[in-house]
């Protein structure tokens, strides 16, 4: 059995007379401690997919699977311990409070878990160590971004889920950024779902599924990823 199982999952959205196929039968596998990066063009349903693999929407038809258990039949309050035990999400916006510091705001997440990492350690990890202190409107969108990924590793999720990581930086720092998940993802083992529409980031998977239409393209291995440094756009 793969770590993630998704099979023929479907969600549709019904708006007023017209319903919406956001996600039209998809089925693949993910395995543990996977880099995967999902990839489509606007609307495809990529969103939509990973809310559904996050607890965060419910499918309409089909099995979604995480390490044996069966997510899609979950009872209102296992998924939210599931989103609270099991997930880490980051967001192309970051959504920090903006009133805690960025310790204060990775603390906030652990609180909420049964076995967080101690959050100044994870911020040293990605590189903030020395920002401990600041307010999210004292920081640049890559550092802001950062603490966001610390918020979303501190919690010491099965799954690290983003959404657009980079949507919202500059090539530089989208870059970097980039790196810090891939770099996550092989110091620590810990399987990650990268969501773009950029497909030139496929290159850095080890696993990519291409989105089209609420449907699965596509999905390829990748033997040799290439580290994020080098990838162009
Ligand atoms: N809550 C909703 N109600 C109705 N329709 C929705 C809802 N959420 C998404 N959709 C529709 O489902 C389709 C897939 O949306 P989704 O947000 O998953 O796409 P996406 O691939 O993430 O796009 P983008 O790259 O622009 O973020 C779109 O046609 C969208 O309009
Ligand atoms: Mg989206």
Redesign the pocket.
């Known amino acids: 059995m793969a770590f993630v199982e998704f099979r023929d999952v479907r969600k549709i959205?019904q708006?007023g007379e017209i319903k919406?196929a956001?996600?039209d039968g998809m089925s693949f596998d993910i395995e543990q401690g996977e880099l995967v990066v999902v990839v489509?063009?606007?609307?495809?349903?990529?969103?939509?997919?990973l809310n559904m693999l996050g607890g965060m929407d419910s499918c309409t038809s089909g099995i979604i699977r995480l390490d044996g258990r069966v997510v899609s039949e979950f009872s209102p309050k296992e998924l939210t311990d599931y989103r609270r035990y099991d997930i880490g999400f980051v967001f192309q916006f970051y959504n920090l409070v903006q009133n805690l510091t960025a310790l204060e705001n990775v603390e906030l997440a652990a609180q909420i878990c049964r076995d967080p990492l101690p959050a100044a350690e994870v911020l040293e990890q990605v590189g903030l160590g020395h920002r401990l202190n600041n307010f999210p409107a004292q920081l640049s969108g890559g550092e802001q971004q950062r603490v966001a990924i610390a918020r979303a590793l501190a919690k010491n999720p099965k799954l690290l889920l983003c959404?657009?990581p980079t949507g919202a930086l500059d090539y530089k720092t989208g870059k970097a950024i980039l790196k810090l998940l891939q770099d996550t993802c092989n110091r620590t083992g810990r399987t990650v779902v990268l969501?773009t529409?950029n497909s030139a980031f496929t290159a850095i998977a080890d696993r990519v599924i291409h989105?089209k239409e609420?449907k699965v393209e596509a999905m390829e291995m990748n033997a040799r990823p290439v580290p994020a440094e080098t990838v162009e756009w």
């Open positions: 959205y708006m919406v956001a996600v489509g063009p606007s609307g495809s349903g990529k969103t939509t997919l959404d657009e969501i529409h989105i609420g």
